[in-house]
């Protein structure tokens, strides 16, 4: 093609995560950790609850944007009594998942030259969404000895005139790091005081250990108003596949989160807000199931590391299903390569660091059987002896 591909797309590099995903899919008996997605099956009184709205013939047409009210009445019914967050039905956009909220949240949020705060290492989709909107993002280091915790002095000397807003997963992805109240307070204290808007990726929100509890940014005084919170059922529900989630903001914002949604979606598919209707009425010990075995593998997990102390270093995950640990072998400064390398050569599939923005590390999801968990370590510890 003579036309030339726009600089906003140009500029974003290749997708790590998604190309050892394709490396891993060339190559047969693979031991999986690098996907972040749930193993287990969506509960079947949640399928059941979309094959029957699949039968009545209700999800052949679109939905109003913001979603089917009978779900947005629910969301903000958890949103109240799970969250602390006091919301109503007007306040929630039911979206393409958690990620298409936060891409709609991010263009309402910000201009072209505008700068966002995110923490890292992040979830890299966060990075590409400020890019996608002309913005940039300033990305300022957690402190990995301590948990990966929230750097309140670089975050507050990242501030500039053109920050317009701070954008952060809690829960997060990649590190399993749980933001406490006080850190959240201190964030919130430079939002009102700088007039910034944070927008927060709460995907994991049900997922913390050792009681350690997720805070909703929304929840804390006077941050409903410049909050936007986005969620998902994909995760809490192992529902990856069917794509929602929902966003809760102000009023006001509510209107322009739609502008940008409509033209990326339309609608989310109806058939799973009919599902995710059903995963918020419904009995919710599927979740905490997931929640139980996420511990069981991660402590299983953090032992396996500690019989390969001279090759990795970790931070002991506090919430999500991800481990990030450190490569303490100088090879590890190529986090791709040596993905790459234990990929071909030990048939482990891991996500390089570099991807997040925390070169020398590697991701490692623990939502997997535990038998798949024993299956990589005991050929990673074969490699690493070889």
Same mark, same amino acid.
């Given at each position: 093609?003579? =036309?030339?591909?726009?600089?906003?797309?140009?500029?974003?590099?290749? /997708? =790590?995560?998604? &190309?050892?995903?394709?490396? /891993?899919?060339?190559?047969?008996?693979?031991?999986?950790?690098?996907?972040?997605?749930?193993?287990?099956?969506?509960?079947?009184?949640?399928?059941? =609850?979309a094959?029957?709205?699949?039968? $009545?013939?209700?999800?052949?047409?679109?939905?109003? !944007?913001?979603?089917? %009210?009978?779900?947005? @009445?629910?969301? =903000?019914?958890?949103?109240?009594?799970?969250?602390?967050i006091?919301?109503?039905? @007007?306040?929630?956009?039911?979206?393409?998942?958690?990620?298409?909220?936060?891409?709609?949240?991010?263009?309402?949020?910000?201009?072209?030259?505008?700068?966002?705060?995110?923490? +890292?290492?992040?979830?890299?989709?966060?990075?590409?969404?400020?890019? %996608?909107?002309?913005?940039?993002?300033?990305?300022?280091?957690? +402190?990995?000895?301590?948990?990966?915790?929230?750097d309140?002095?670089?975050?507050?000397?990242?501030?500039t005139?053109?920050?317009?807003a701070?954008?952060? *997963?809690? !829960?997060?992805?990649?590190?399993?790091?749980?933001?406490?109240?006080?850190? %959240? &307070?201190?964030?919130a204290?430079? #939002?009102?005081?700088?007039?910034?808007?944070?927008?927060?990726? @709460? #995907?994991?929100?049900?997922?913390?250990? $050792?009681?350690?509890?997720?805070?909703?940014?929304?929840?804390?005084?006077?941050?409903?108003?410049?909050?936007?919170?986005?969620?998902?059922?994909?995760?809490?529900?192992?529902?990856?596949?069917?794509?929602?989630?929902?966003?809760h903001?102000?009023? @006001?914002? +509510?209107a322009?989160?739609?502008?940008?949604?409509?033209?990326?979606?339309? *609608?989310? !598919?109806? +058939?799973?807000?009919?599902?995710?209707m059903?995963?918020?009425?419904?009995?919710?010990t599927?979740?905490?199931?997931?929640?139980a075995?996420?511990?069981?593998?991660?402590?299983?997990? *953090?032992?396996?590391?500690?019989?390969?102390?001279?090759?990795?270093?970790?931070?002991?995950?506090?919430?999500?299903?991800?481990?990030?640990?450190?490569?303490?072998?100088?090879?590890?400064?190529?986090?791709?390569?040596?993905?790459?390398?234990?990929?071909?050569?030990?048939?482990?599939?891991?996500?390089?660091?570099?991807?997040?923005?925390? &070169?020398?590390?590697?991701?490692?999801?623990? *939502?997997?059987?535990?038998?798949?968990?024993?299956? #990589?370590?005991?050929?990673m510890?074969?490699?690493?002896?070889?």
């Amino acid at each position: 093609m003579s =036309a030339s591909i726009s600089h906003r797309v140009s500029q974003i590099p290749k /997708s =790590a995560i998604h &190309e050892m995903t394709r490396l /891993s899919a060339a190559l047969d008996d693979v031991a999986f950790l690098s996907w972040a997605k749930p193993t287990s099956g969506t509960p079947d009184h949640i399928n059941e =609850a979309a094959i029957r709205a699949i039968q $009545d013939g209700r999800t052949g047409g679109y939905s109003e !944007p913001a979603g089917l %009210l009978g779900l947005r @009445e629910k969301i =903000a019914e958890k949103l109240n009594t799970f969250n602390g967050i006091q919301a109503s039905a @007007e306040e929630i956009v039911v979206t393409v998942g958690a990620i298409e909220g936060l891409s709609a949240a991010v263009m309402a949020a910000i201009d072209p030259g505008d700068e966002v705060i995110i923490p +890292v290492p992040g979830y890299s989709t966060h990075i590409q969404q400020v890019l %996608l909107a002309s913005g940039q993002p300033v990305c300022v280091p957690t +402190v990995e000895p301590d948990g990966f915790r929230l750097d309140i002095e670089r975050i507050q000397d990242a501030v500039t005139d053109r920050t317009k807003a701070i954008l952060f *997963c809690d !829960p997060n992805n990649p590190t399993g790091s749980v933001y406490s109240k006080a850190e %959240l &307070e201190a964030l919130a204290e430079i #939002a009102r005081r700088r007039n910034l808007v944070v927008i927060t990726d @709460e #995907a994991y929100e049900y997922f913390t250990f $050792d009681g350690h509890k997720h805070e909703s940014m929304a929840s804390l005084p006077g941050m409903k108003e410049r909050t936007v919170s986005a969620f998902a059922f994909t995760k809490t529900y192992a529902m990856t596949g069917w794509r929602i989630g929902y966003v809760h903001a102000p009023k @006001e914002w +509510v209107a322009q989160i739609k502008k940008a949604h409509i033209p990326f979606a339309i *609608c989310s !598919p109806v +058939v799973s807000q009919y599902a995710a209707m059903a995963a918020l009425s419904g009995p919710q010990t599927c979740v905490h199931q997931f929640r139980a075995h996420y511990e069981e593998t991660r402590n299983l997990m *953090c032992e396996r590391l500690d019989g390969l102390n001279a090759v990795f270093d970790y931070q002991k995950p506090k919430g999500a299903y991800l481990m990030f640990p450190r490569i303490k072998l100088p090879e590890g400064n190529d986090s791709f390569a040596f993905a790459r390398d234990l990929l071909q050569a030990a048939r482990v599939s891991t996500t390089p660091g570099i991807a997040f923005r925390g &070169e020398s590390h590697l991701r490692m999801s623990f *939502c997997v059987p535990k038998e798949m968990v024993r299956n #990589a370590f005991d050929r990673m510890a074969t490699y690493f002896k070889s």
